[in-house]
């Protein structure tokens, strides 16, 4: 007997949305809540999400508990709780729903809470079905464990502090970390090569939010998770002429060691790539041993950045736009040599403040060719 597919999960806004329409029903009306459903929207579906707890906490506010189910993923938020505190708004509330972020739920760069568009889409369209027409209600999530697990996260390279946030673009939690889930990934995009020539790969949602601010064709776009070169020997397999590859630099610059898998689980060699290149860019010593001694990539790259300062020089635009040169050239290597095949590849590289940090002469030319006219 084959083994059974990957179960689907939900992911985190889903499990929040939950915990706010159960804490709502409570304040309308006190009852035991076991199950809510919530209309996921992407896809359009309506699932039962289990409630643990909700109970008033004073007149005019209840809180309810849920806890995340992300399928058969390896996620480090299985069985995290979410609170959802939901109130009454006052007179001179304007909009019918205000989200507020509590403990745990990261903030950005420009303090604002980490709930992005899916989530605030999630929480209104569901809440606003419950709500009267002059009802207003003022909803604070809480992740009580989040700040804890947001260490073990790469949120702070795309800027999120303090906390976990909710991020998706779909209700559903495809088990991305299990092997089964390749072949799903492999025929999304043997669909794409049908109607295009030139894909865009990212690995997880941070990419394809920015790639798609940047104009790109969202039909071109490609999720490949940490499976990188089989994507990419599926691509030369396909006929794909080219691949614009599009990430954080401290997950992509992996790829210029020759590492196809970056699950770190896998292996890492980060700091050592970039070192490396600082090396071959002619970095002072005492400066290559700061960026071997930091304790991230993206800590290498502030050292760097704030040598270029002090000292004047372009070390960012020399290095990075050589590790940008030596993805593409491994990356081509790597599909000829695991398909036979000859597919361009070209490779964008942004930071944690999501700025581009540099592209590859290639990249800069398959940007053009995939951006939306």
């Known amino acids: 007997m084959p083994p059974p597919p990957p179960r689907a999960g939900y992911t985190l806004p889903v499990f929040a949305c939950a915990a706010a329409i159960a804490a709502l029903r409570w304040l309308r009306q006190p009852q035991v809540i076991a199950t809510v459903e919530v209309d996921l929207l992407e896809p359009a579906e309506t699932v039962a999400i289990p409630i643990e707890q909700v109970a008033g906490l004073k007149p005019g506010a209840a809180l309810a508990m849920t806890r995340s189910d992300p399928g058969d993923n390896l996620d480090l938020t299985r069985h995290t709780p979410l609170w959802a505190m939901v109130e009454w708004g006052d007179a001179s509330q304007t909009e019918a729903i205000v989200l507020h972020g509590g403990e745990g739920l990261g903030r950005q760069a420009d303090g604002q809470a980490a709930i992005y568009a899916y989530a605030k889409r999630l929480l209104n369209e569901n809440l606003k079905r419950l709500l009267e ?13 989040g700040r804890a697990l947001a260490k073990r996260t790469s949120n702070e390279a795309f800027g999120v502090v303090e906390g976990l946030s909710l991020l998706g673009t779909t209700g559903i939690s495809q088990p991305l970390s299990a092997p089964g889930q390749l072949e799903a990934f492999r025929e999304a995009l043997r669909q794409k090569t049908s109607c295009f020539d030139c894909l865009v790969f990212c690995i997880g949602e941070n990419g394809l939010d920015l790639v798609r601010q940047l104009g790109v064709q969202p039909s071109r776009l490609v999720k490949t998770a940490n499976w990188l070169g089989p994507m990419l020997v599926e691509a030369g397999l396909q006929g794909v002429k080219s691949v614009l590859l599009f990430g954080y630099h401290g997950k992509l610059i992996k790829l210029a060691s020759g590492i196809f898998h970056t699950h770190h689980h896998v292996a890492d060699g980060r700091l050592e790539t970039l070192t490396a290149h600082c090396a071959i860019a002619g970095l002072p010593t005492r400066d290559l041993q700061a960026v071997f001694s930091s304790a991230t990539a993206e800590d290498g790259l502030k050292y760097l950045k704030q040598l270029d300062v002090t000292t004047g020089q372009h070390w960012i635009e ?34 944690r403040e999501r700025q581009i940090l540099t592209k590859s002469q290639t990249g800069i030319v398959l940007l053009e060719q995939v951006l939306l006219i």
Request: no cysteine.
């Open 318 to 351: 020399q290095v990075y736009g050589e590790i940008a040169q030596a993805i593409d050239e491994r990356s081509q290597a790597y599909i000829q040599t695991h398909s036979d095949r000859t597919v361009q590849v070209g490779t964008i590289l942004f930071d």
């Open 133 to 145: 027409p002059d009802e207003t209600i003022q909803v604070t999530l809480i992740l009580p464990e």
